[in-house]
Antibody, heavy 121, light 107 residues
Framework: EVEVVDSGGGLVQPGGSLRLSCATS????????IDWVRQPPGKGLEWIGR??????????EYAASVKGRFTISRDDSKKSVYLEMTSLEIEDTAVYYC????????????WGQGTLVIVSS | DTQLTQSPSSLSASVGDRVTITCQAS??????VNWYQQKPGKAPKFLIY???HLETGVPSRFSASGSGTYFTFTISSLQPEDIATYYC?????????FGGGTKVEIK
């Protein structure tokens, strides 16, 4: 059974940093890209970035809204992905979802339960 | 960026009604549209890929079609458990983008 579990959210001050984790199981991790999607309270979904698989040379890609501030990394040995967030802004307040991406197709077939990040002073 | 415009933003229908949502893209995205269902307080659930292909296990009352810039999503007979917000997503161009969502309620 495929499982995606995201964690690490919390309250952080503007300008601060936070690291989210995504632990997976139940599928061949090395075959998949993994993406992050966020959802501000009461609003819609925003794709923020992805880490591609080894076959795609672990390339990372980001939305303009987070590029230069957020970094996605992966550890294939732990079947895990990480989202390092720096220079956080109030507008980054959202539920963050880690999602499995069907590599080559770029649709999100399994989602984590979400972890809430609140940026506030 | 490829903009996706969903309409309506919300709708109210009776159990058994046919419900249709549209998703219009700002440029040609071939058949690269996927659809998700999100119930309150839950993560989105993947329903349909490549414009019209039903994910395994998704009830057959859900369907979708379209290509190019115009896409539709249909629930053939609305059920109480279908109350949710539905999103389209394009996977043709980076950054991947979502429509604004359609909230479906029971009348």
């Amino acid at each position: 059974e495929v499982e995606v579990v995201d964690s690490g959210g919390g309250l952080v001050q503007p300008g601060g940093s936070l690291r989210l984790s995504c632990a997976t199981s139940g599928f061949i991790f090395t075959e998949h890209d993994i993406d992050w999607v966020r959802q501000p309270p009461g609003k819609g979904l925003e794709w923020i970035g992805r880490t591609r698989n080894e076959a795609n040379t672990y390339t990372t890609e980001y939305a303009a809204s987070v590029k230069g501030r957020f970094t996605i990394s992966r550890d294939d040995s732990k079947k895990s992905v990480y989202l390092e967030m720096t220079s956080l802004e109030i507008e980054d307040t959202a539920v963050y979802y880690c999602v499995r991406d069907l590599t080559g197709e770029s649709y999100f077939d399994f989602w984590g339960q979400g972890t809430l990040v609140i940026v506030s002073s | 960026d490829t903009q996706l415009t969903q309409s309506p933003s919300s709708l109210s229908a009776s159990v058994g009604d046919r419900v249709t949502i549209t998703c219009q893209a700002s440029q040609d995205i071939r058949n690269s549209v996927n659809w998700y269902q999100q119930k309150p307080g839950k993560a989105p659930k993947f329903l349909i890929y490549d414009a019209s292909h039903l994910e395994t296990g998704v009830p057959s009352r859900f369907s979708a079609s379209g290509s190019g810039t115009y896409f539709t999503f249909t629930i053939s007979s609305l059920q109480p458990e279908d109350i949710a917000t539905y999103y389209c997503q394009q996977s043709q161009n980076l950054p991947f983008t979502f429509g604004g969502g359609t909230k479906v309620e029971i009348k």
